[in-house]
């Protein structure tokens, strides 16, 4: 294969489209989902200067992926030199020779403040687990509770569950989080083991969760508060 045809492969599909007073350009950096980062290009009105902005799509990345917050733009933006503000990752380039480091600049820092939301969740999760691990130990005998426990859908696919409290109905019990992956891997894999086998299903959440992600998860296991999973074990034990 020669440059030329490599070239009219990869740019084919048009990396950006007009807007109203600027441009979005589509960018090779990715966000956790493997969605590339799209920035807004716009020339000042007076001068020769342009500004970048991400849009925003660190911040909805954040939401349906980990929790957003000021500090996942903090890191980022001294790495790259940008600048943060309402959710919005920006720089300025006095002139076009600027403007592709401008670019590069708000790409990199928008992906790496999205992936840091989403490394913030999974601490804060691995943190709960903690927590409900410390719940578990104390009221019911070690040599019952299971944890990383796997556990065959009826998919046949094997679903990662938290933990597992064998006894004549096992319990198994997974951490749910306000954020997309956590909400949507509960879901599925609830979901796919299904009410037949002789079990119990617990979605053990700390923080309030959205109405419809409540909806959605009492479909398919039983919501308990942390704050009553000492009660709902001794019931186990």
């Known amino acids: 294969m020669n440059c030329a045809d490599l070239d009219y492969l990869l ?63 903090e890191k980022a933006s001294k790495r790259f030199s940008v600048r943060a503000e309402s959710g919005i990752v920006w720089a300025e380039s006095d002139d076009g020779n600027w403007l592709t480091p401008a670019i590069l600049a708000v790409a990199n820092a928008s992906a790496m403040a999205a992936r840091t939301a989403l490394e913030l969740t999974d ?24 944890k990383n426990y796997e556990y065959r859908g009826r998919s046949g696919h094997l679903w990662p569950i938290d933990f597992a409290i064998t006894a004549e109905r096992v319990t198994l019990i997974k951490s749910v989080v306000q954020n997309g992956n956590s909400i949507n891997s509960t879901y599925a894999a609830f979901g796919d083991i299904g009410d037949d086998a002789p079990l119990n299903k617990y979605a053990v959440f700390d923080r309030e969760l959205k109405q419809d992600s409540t909806a959605l998860i009492r479909q398919v296991a039983d919501l308990v508060p942390f704050k009553a999973l000492r009660f709902s074990v001794l019931n186990l034990s």
């Open 123 to 146: 601490r804060t999760e691995k943190s709960f687990n903690g927590q409900i691990e410390d719940v578990l130990m104390r009221h019911i005998p070690p040599h019952r509770i299971a």
């Open 11 to 73: 740019t084919r599909t048009p990396r950006c489209r007009e807007a109203d007073g600027g441009t979005h350009l589509r960018t090779d950096c990715l966000y956790p989902s493997s969605d590339p980062v799209m920035v807004f290009v716009k020339r000042h009105t007076l001068g020769d200067g342009f500004r970048v902005d991400d849009c925003g799509g660190a911040w909805r990345s954040a939401q349906r992926h980990g929790n957003p917050s000021i500090g996942m733009f």
